[in-house]
Each structure stands twice: as structure tokens, then as C-alpha cells.
């Protein structure tokens, strides 16, 4: 049975590159011409989430639960089970384990190889760490240009050393933001519920300034409820023993007293922000809080954007618009966002997924750089362990039936 895997980078068109495929136009690929092909994707998810909204069709489970409320592995599996149904031929794997906690990356890889003993498997993946440890011709594929590599030992050692560092130091803050407690986040047998269901146990956590987190936990284990709570985004801290910031939750303070002490990013942020803005003005407007920039700056409001341009090496495209960049400059811009007031907290929810190995490594270096360089505490939430990334603890979530529970490691 021959596979096929195929190295993409964020530069790859990868919507286009599957059509063609479906559509039998992939000349590298003519012998699968005539076979029923399927595709496992987060692009054929959102189709179907997208068809439930809209009319209230559910094709991939029985359940009443919708689509969009699952967890990733959940939805993983209910496509799969779809799609295994069809009987098809071939199946194309666009990052199939991308969002995934430890174990469902496990076991879905076990799966994955069963699949392979009978029907073919065209595996896309950003990162080396991903491949599937099946029989397979090696590709890459940049922009629109497939590569194919004459053995798996050619083809990692020609990717294996994508590596990129950050020169520049963090520049200052232009204004600190004073926080009276050295405690920024505290939990006290916190307990929270959705619609009676259990979601977290007694939560006792304690984040301090300067201290780097990582924030870890299986699939549905409450870590986004804990960030809501932390963000001011949720009412679920209310009532309860919950200070930010030296405060006890529901003492009067705004949503905005919250948000400007913490920086945040997640990759769907950048969804949000869809007008004609320069990378300049983007990176100015994390002083404001806002989505776009709707004054003129200072000179030295200027002057500091410009410093995190040099940081991240993106000052020579300034005056370009931020939706003309690249994936991996997008999230560099956003971090540069979101650290520019150098605030007490920075949280980063999956920074990383969908990056390639050369962006990745770009990325969780900067990281690594703020968390040595400055007295930004961070949460980093993430399923992978990245190489530049080192926590000084790591705050776990145990999944029971009465809710998570969670312990603090060094």
C-alpha cells in the first residue's frame, strides 16, 4: 500500500492543492485518478458546523450536542467515523493532529495506521514531529511548487535544521503599569458549572509576577473556562474566591480594568481584524486595546512600534497591510501587540498550531526572549512541548466526573 507525505509550509495553498486533488487534476498523483477520495480537515469541519447553523443539519453524529460545542477530538473522531463510512479509497490528512491533547494525538495515530493497511493516505503536515510512521513517498510543498524527495532520509535531513533566532533584545515599556499585589492571578477552590455539568473542581492556582506557566490538560478539561475567568470574559468568577490583579472579582471592576493589565493572543484573534491596517498602526493600537487605530500616534508612540519591528524583523514592511503577511508574521505582529505596554500578564492560547517548523521555531524563540528579558508573567497554553519553550511551572487539569481537578509542577 503506497502513502504519500507531503511537508507544507504557510505559504503553501492548501485549499487549492486539495481541490485539485479531489478534482482528479495532480499529475504527481494521476494513479489515484480513478479512486473515491475523502478529506479529513479542519476546512471539512467548519463546512459542517457551517451546514448545522445554517440548517440545522447534523451529518456527523446523533447527538443533540451541536458540532461547534465539541472538543476538537471529538469532532476529529466524528468526521473520521463519517468519513470511514464512505469507504473510500484514499484519504487526504490535512494537520490531523493539530489541537489534539497527548493522548488523543496518540490515539489517533493509532487509528491512523490501522486505516493505513487498506486504504491510502496523503498526509499534509506543517510540523517533521507529525509524520505517521507508515511506508510513504516524501514531498514538499511551497507556494504551489511540489518537490519530491528519493528516500525519507533526504528528505528530513533537509528540513530537520529549519531553525531562526531573534537578535534584537525586548525594548522598554514607554508607561509601566503598576500592580500593588505581587500575586496577578489567584485561585481559591474554585468550582465552576455549565448547565449542571461539572467543568472545574476546587481550583487552587496562584500565578505571581514575572513567572512563566504553562497550562496544560486533556481535551475538555476547562483550560479555555480558567482563561476566560482569568481575561474578565467570563461571569463564572463572580461569586467566588477569585482575585486579579490584587482584586476580588466582582468589586466593582470593568471588564477594561482587567483587560489592560493582560496581553493575549490566540490564532483566532487574528480573524477579528479584517480592515486595511498597516503592521505599524497594528502593533501601535495594543496601546489602546482596540481593533484598529483611530488617532494619531505620538513620536513615541511611533518610535516603540518600531522598535518591536526591529525585534521581530518586519520593520522593512511597516507600511504593509496586516492581512498581506504571511501566517507566521501575523502572529508575530499580534505578540508584538499584545507585549508593546509590557503588561503585568501575557496570555498565549495555542500560539503555535498550524505554523510550520521554520515559523514555529521563529515564534516560541520570542517567547523564550520575553519570559528571560522581562517581568511579564506568562500563560502558555499549548499540547505540544516546543523546544524554546521553558516553563518555570506547569499547572495541569485532571479530568474527573465531578469536574477537573488541578496541581502545580515544577
Same mark, same amino acid.
Given at each position: ?18 481541490? *485539485? ?30 451546514? =448545522? ?5 447534523? &451529518? ?28 473510500? =479509497? ?14 488523543? +494525538?496518540?490515539? !489517533? *495515530? ?12 496523503? +498526509? ?18 511551497? %507556494? ?7 528516500? $525519507?532520509? #533526504? ?9 531562526? *533566532?531573534? +537578535? ?12 500593588? @499585589? ?19 473542581k476546587h481550583i487552587n492556582w496562584t500565578i505571581e509576577k514575572g513567572e512563566f506557566w504553562q497550562l496544560i490538560g486533556p481535551n475538555g478539561s476547562g483550560k479555555s473556562t480558567l482563561l476566560n475567568m482569568i481575561s474578565g470574559d467570563s461571569h463564572k468568577g463572580y461569586g467566588q ?7 476580588? &472579582?466582582? @468589586? ?7 483587560? %489592560? ?48 519591528? &526591529? ?14 503577511l504571511s501566517m507566521g508574521e501575523k502572529r508575530l505582529v499580534m505578540v508584538a501587540r499584545a507585549m508593546i505596554k509590557h503588561p503585568p500578564l501575557l496570555i498565549l492560547d495555542e ?30 497554553? @499549548?499540547?505540544?512541548? $516546543? ?9 495541569? !487539569?485532571?479530568?474527573? %466526573?465531578?469536574?477537573? #481537578? ?5
Amino acid at each position: 500500500m503506497k502513502h504519500y507525505a507531503i511537508l507544507v509550509d504557510n505559504t503553501s495553498r492548501i485549499e487549492k492543492f486539495i481541490t *485539485r486533488f479531489i478534482n482528479k487534476n495532480h499529475e504527481q498523483f494521476s494513479l489515484l485518478n480513478n479512486k473515491r477520495g475523502a478529506i479529513f480537515s479542519s476546512f471539512e469541519m467548519e463546512r459542517f458546523i457551517n451546514q =448545522e447553523e445554517k440548517y440545522g443539519i447534523n &451529518k456527523l453524529t446523533s447527538s443533540s450536542q451541536s458540532l461547534k460545542s465539541l472538543s476538537s477530538g471529538e469532532q476529529k473522531k466524528a468526521l473520521l467515523h463519517h468519513i470511514l463510512n464512505q469507504n473510500p =479509497e484514499y484519504i487526504i490528512l490535512n494537520n490531523p493532529l493539530d489541537n489534539l491533547d497527548i493522548q488523543s +494525538q496518540k490515539d !489517533l *495515530r493509532e487509528i491512523l495506521h490501522k486505516i493505513a493497511e487498506t486504504t491510502i493516505l496523503i +498526509q499534509l503536515t506543517n510540523r517533521l514531529e507529525d509524520l505517521l510512521s507508515i511506508p510513504s513517498e516524501f514531498f514538499t510543498f511551497k %507556494k504551489a511548487d511540489l518537490v519530491q524527495y528519493k528516500d $525519507e532520509e #533526504t528528505f528530513i535531513s533537509a528540513h530537520e535544521q529549519l531553525k531562526s *533566532r531573534i +537578535q534584537k533584545s525586548i525594548p522598554q515599556p514607554l508607561n509601566s503599569v503598576e500592580i500593588n @499585589s505581587n500575586e496577578l492571578v489567584k485561585f481559591k477552590e474554585v468550582s465552576v458549572s455549565f448547565n449542571n455539568k461539572p467543568v472545574l473542581k476546587h481550583i487552587n492556582w496562584t500565578i505571581e509576577k514575572g513567572e512563566f506557566w504553562q497550562l496544560i490538560g486533556p481535551n475538555g478539561s476547562g483550560k479555555s473556562t480558567l482563561l476566560n475567568m482569568i481575561s474578565g470574559d467570563s461571569h463564572k468568577g463572580y461569586g467566588q474566591n477569585l482575585k486579579l490583579f490584587g482584586i476580588k &472579582k466582582g @468589586s466593582g471592576e470593568s471588564v477594561w480594568d482587567i483587560k %489592560k493589565h493582560i496581553g493575549y493572543f490566540t490564532p483566532s484573534l487574528i480573524d477579528t481584524f479584517k480592515g486595511n491596517y498597516s503592521i505599524k498602526n497594528m502593533v501601535i493600537s495594543g496601546l489602546y486595546d482596540s481593533i484598529g487605530l483611530y488617532i494619531k500616534p505620538s513620536e513615541n508612540e511611533s518610535w516603540i512600534a518600531e522598535e518591536w519591528l &526591529k525585534v521581530i524583523g518586519l520593520l522593512h514592511k511597516k507600511d504593509i497591510y496586516f492581512q498581506k503577511l504571511s501566517m507566521g508574521e501575523k502572529r508575530l505582529v499580534m505578540v508584538a501587540r499584545a507585549m508593546i505596554k509590557h503588561p503585568p500578564l501575557l496570555i498565549l492560547d495555542e500560539p503555535t498550531v498550524g505554523l510550520d517548523d521554520f515559523n514555529a521555531s521563529l515564534f516560541t524563540n520570542l517567547i523564550h526572549k520575553i519570559s528571560k528579558e522581562t517581568n511579564v508573567a506568562i500563560i502558555y497554553v @499549548s499540547h505540544r512541548n $516546543e523546544a524554546e519553550i521553558n516553563p518555570d511551572f506547569i499547572y495541569e !487539569l485532571i479530568m474527573t %466526573k465531578e469536574g477537573s #481537578t488541578g496541581r502545580s509542577k515544577n
